[in-house]
Nanobody, 123 residues
């Protein structure tokens, strides 16, 4: 049984940093891409970006470029989202998802999805 579990969310002041983690277990193959999405109340889910097994990264939403960094540790089956210079508008539920080999910007294309971790940025 495949499990995707996010952690690291919480409350942080504007300008601060958080690092989210996402660990996946139970996959038969190592060759999978892992992505981060977020969804704020009343808004559509946004694709933050994705990292392939060998480290190729693609970033999605423009508003996080230069502030958020995706990385992964294959030995730990874990992907990270380092978030710096957080803004109030970054408040959202953050989700991790995995799919075979290639990245995709669409949530529906990910076979395995986590339950999310809440990030709240206060003033």
């Amino acid at each position: 049984q495949v499990q995707v579990v996010e952690s690291g969310g919480g409350l942080v002041q504007a300008g601060g940093s958080l690092r989210l983690s996402c660990t996946i277990s139970g996959l038969a193959s190592d060759d999978y891409a892992m992505a981060w999405f977020r969804q704020a109340p009343g808004k559509e889910r946004e694709w933050i970006g994705c990292i392939r097994y060998r480290g190729l990264i693609t970033y999605g939403v423009d508003s996080v470029k230069g502030r958020f960094t995706i990385s992964r540790d294959n030995a730990k089956n874990t992907v990270y989202l380092q978030m710096n210079s957080l803004k109030i508008e970054d408040t959202a539920m953050y989700y991790c998802a995995a799919r075979p080999t290639y990245c995709d910007a669409s949530w529906s294309q990910y076979t395995y999805r986590g339950q999310g971790t809440q990030v709240t940025v206060g003033s």
